[in-house]
């Protein structure tokens, strides 16, 4: 068994076999994962035990057909880490979920391991890209990328391979402080060029699409 410590999640979906699937395959991990609340309403986040789990496992398409983005903002205003788990598997949607502040965007397409990996690297606020968002996102030279220079490109793969701004700042011999200002001119660019990255995760996904990271490097 692992030393890591376990995780809680709350799962937000409204099918009943979908959410066996995910205990069963939560109870198969290597690290000890588990389901505290499920519910098809969003409020199970909101109430015991739900309200202290540590991610948030969010279906897009509940059968109360009440709007879901709306929730997911709230959820990561209130500084929850929501993991959106979803049949849809187009860009827009993935990113828009991603600008939102989720931890990371998964189709329901994919197996065990993805879901898995995914929520533990959002309770550990680790990137994660799963290979259809990936694919979804695509690796391109766009016309609109921004020009970054070499020091920033290397600032930004080194902070998504590391748990902190510290680390970040020890590996490359610079300040916290110089960290940031490397970081917050990216985020300029990215903006300035109509593609705001406001988290991580969503400079993760305009990263992978530019080809300025690959996933195996994440």
């Keep these: 068994?692992?030393?890591?410590?376990?995780?809680?999640?709350?799962?937000?979906d409204d099918h009943p076999a979908i959410l066996a699937g995910i205990e069963a395959w939560y109870a198969a991990s290597h690290r000890p994962i588990?389901?505290?609340a499920?519910?098809?309403?969003?409020?199970?986040?909101?109430?015991?035990?739900?309200?202290t789990a540590d991610v948030v496992l969010?279906?897009?398409?509940?059968?109360?057909?009440?709007?879901?983005?709306?929730?997911?903002?709230e959820l990561v205003d209130a500084g929850r880490q929501v993991v959106v788990y979803s049949m849809r598997d187009d860009e827009?949607?993935?990113?828009?979920?991603?600008?939102?502040?989720?931890?990371?965007?998964?189709?329901?397409?994919?197996?065990?391991?993805?879901?898995v990996e995914a929520t533990l690297a959002a309770a550990d606020e680790r990137p994660y890209m799963p290979p259809a968002l990936a694919g979804a996102l695509g690796t391109n030279a766009r016309t609109?990328?921004?020009?970054?220079?070499?020091?920033?490109?290397?600032?930004?793969?080194?902070?998504?391979?590391?748990?902190?701004?510290?680390?970040?700042?020890?590996?490359?011999?610079?300040?916290?402080?110089?960290?940031?200002?490397?970081?917050?001119?990216?985020?300029?660019?990215?903006?300035?060029?109509?593609r705001p990255a406001g988290t991580k995760a969503s400079l993760v996904a305009r990263a992978v699409q530019?080809?300025?990271v690959d996933v195996n490097d994440l």
């Excluded at 068994?1 to 937000?12: D, L, N, T, Y």
């Excluded at 827009?92 to 879901?115: F, I, M, N, P, Q």
């Design 92 to 115: 827009k949607t993935a990113l828009s979920c991603l600008d939102l502040g989720a931890a990371t965007y998964l189709t329901k397409s994919e197996g065990r391991e993805h879901l």
């Design 34 to 36: 588990t389901v505290v």
């Design 38 to 51: 499920s519910g098809s309403s969003v409020r199970a986040a909101w109430t015991a035990p739900g309200s």
């Design 144 to 194: 609109d990328r921004p020009r970054l220079s070499a020091r920033e490109e290397n600032v930004l793969i080194e902070w998504f391979q590391s748990e902190s701004k510290d680390l970040v700042a020890q590996r490359l011999g610079i300040s916290v402080r110089t960290v940031n200002s490397y970081l917050d001119r990216v985020r300029i660019k990215y903006a300035n060029a109509g």
């Design 1 to 12: 068994m692992s030393g890591e410590p376990a995780v809680s999640v709350v799962v937000i």
């Design 58 to 73: 969010l279906d897009l398409q509940l059968g109360n057909g009440g709007p879901v983005l709306p929730s997911l903002r």
């Design 210 to 212: 530019d080809g300025i």
